[in-house]
């Protein structure tokens, strides 16, 4: 009981954070036949060109059978150097550790996709690496109602292993503030690449 407090938690700390910093703010839970969810994300533009941005993606998730909870923090500041290229610096917080990070990122906007990209190395000595994406998708099918595809990937590796990797997608309608559907997510681990799959149901706000 004490890590679904901790959960709510979190999900009320992000919303109160994220909400007044205006830009594109996601607040979505998702429940699969193992765990409950509940992520936030952000990306927030200081200029109208996209040139400096923040993105922040924030997740909690809970365990049915183990009652525990996993709770990680990953941002990134991304400058636009060059045709939606850029270097990113920041940093992923974990329950036992924090680290900082470096790399490059990929970013294009437009009204029904976007796609974010990253990839980056732990900043120490024998570091993780990541290759981070998402990609979101929404055809206008009328005046009130757009379709809803979000992919969300995830590749973590070092010199010796692959660590895990994951892929998160939704499909189903956009009404405005509320997107909501069918959820599956998959995850590996190791180098035999064990997986689990999850399938399930999303709910989510999003703030502009």
Same mark, same amino acid.
């Given at each position: ?10 999900? /009320? ?15 979505? $839970?998702? *429940?699969? =036949?193992e !765990? ?6 952000? +990306? ?18 809970? !365990? #049915? ?11 990134l ?10 270097? *990113?610096?920041? $940093? %992923? ?12 990122? #990929? ?10 990209? !990253?990839?980056?190395?732990e +900043? ?9 994406s998402?990609?979101? #998708? ?17 590749? !973590?590796?070092?010199? =010796?292993?692959h /660590? ?7 499909l ?10 069918? *959820? ?19 709910? %989510?706000?999003?703030?502009?």
């Amino acid at each position: 009981m004490k890590t679904y407090y901790s959960t709510l938690l979190f999900l /009320l700390v992000g919303l109160i954070i994220h909400v007044p910093l205006y830009g594109q703010t996601v607040l979505e $839970t998702a *429940a699969t =036949d193992e !765990n409950f969810i509940v992520e936030t994300w952000w +990306i927030k533009p200081f200029d109208n060109k996209y040139k400096l941005s923040l993105f922040s993606l924030n997740t909690a998730e809970y !365990n #049915y059978d183990s009652e525990e909870s996993i709770f990680m923090s990953y941002s990134l500041l991304n400058y636009n150097l060059f045709k939606n290229w850029g270097p *990113a610096v920041g $940093t %992923r917080l974990l329950p036992d550790r924090a680290v900082a990070l470096g790399g490059v990122q #990929y970013s294009f906007y437009r009204e029904e996709f976007f796609v974010t990209a !990253n990839v980056t190395s732990e +900043i120490k000595r024998s570091p993780d690496f990541e290759v981070f994406s998402i990609m979101q #998708y929404r055809p206008k099918f009328s005046e009130k109602l757009k379709g809803f595809f979000q992919g969300q990937f995830s590749f !973590n590796f070092n010199a =010796d292993t692959h /660590l895990f990797s994951f892929q998160q997608f939704r499909l189903g309608g956009d009404f405005g503030l509320i997107q909501t559907g069918i *959820a599956l997510n998959n995850f590996q681990f190791g180098n035999d690449w064990e997986y689990d799959l999850q399938p399930g149901l999303f709910f %989510r706000l999003e703030f502009q």
